[in-house]
């Protein structure tokens, strides 16, 4: 945990963490999301500006991976998805989980035992922030491209 002061402005306490997501190959990470569990300013995609007209047109063997798998959603939003490397936040995780089920792209099927796994972990991480009077939480989800022999 560090402290920055700052002459004239309140001391700001900051926990620095290295980024978690173990990915063999950048090239094969389809999108990542930063999950708070709100609503409030929490989307980065405009689904009613993304229009179904666009081509997605790539040339980069990244994008090319991304294309065929997003090939199941409308053109504007797979060509908003082959580009974007900004995370994509809380709204836009449940539109797409919620309108886009045939593509099963960002539906997660987890068994009990990995549930379980997951909230013992957020449960210690808030208790932990709770303890030490901080408020901010973020859960990092990514999706990888695997090859079926990997998994």
Known sequence: MYSVKMPGVTTVDLIIQANCLQIADCNSMLQV???????????????????????VSTTQS?????????????????????????????VDYVHLSQNF????LFNIDLDTTDIRRIQRAIRADTSFLAR????????????????????
Request: charged content about 30%.
């Open 62 to 90: 990244s994008k090319s991976i991304k294309k065929s798998l997003f090939d199941m959603l409308p053109d504007g939003l797979a060509k908003f998805l082959s580009t974007n490397t900004e995370p994509l936040k809380d």
């Open 33 to 55: 999301f930063d999950l708070k569990g709100s609503t409030h300013q929490r989307s980065v995609i405009d689904f009613q500006k993304i229009t179904t007209s666009d081509t």
């Open 132 to 151: 030490n009077q901080l408020m901010d939480y973020s859960l990092l989800l990514g999706f990888e491209k695997v090859e079926e022999s990997s998994i």
């Open 101 to 104: 089920k045939q593509s099963s």
